[in-house]
């Protein structure tokens, strides 16, 4: 799977979490966007998770904070 096709499905995975208009891009974080607040965090984690059929664990989960980092994990676990 390529990158984007990784960030697509990382895209579908946020739209399905956040009900809020957004642009959706790799500079996209908990920092920039004010609806990612922890609840919608872990609910996001676990859509992804199901999406790409692997589990995070919590030291993991807590640096997945930008759409960056959440592509990154994923191709070092799809690689």
Do not use: P
């Not at 995975?13 to 208009?21: G, N, R, S």
């Not at 059929?53 to 690689?79: K, P």
């Amino acid at each position: 799977m390529n990158e984007d096709q990784i960030l697509e499905k990382i895209h579908t995975c946020f739209t399905k979490v956040f009900d809020e208009e957004f642009h959706f891009n790799k500079d996209l974080s908990r920092e920039n966007f004010g609806y990612w607040d922890s609840m919608h965090h872990i609910t996001l984690l676990v859509e992804i998770e199901k999406t790409f059929g692997f589990r995070f664990d919590g030291a993991t989960a807590a640096v997945l904070t930008s759409v960056d980092n959440i592509l990154t994990e994923i191709q070092s676990r799809l690689n």
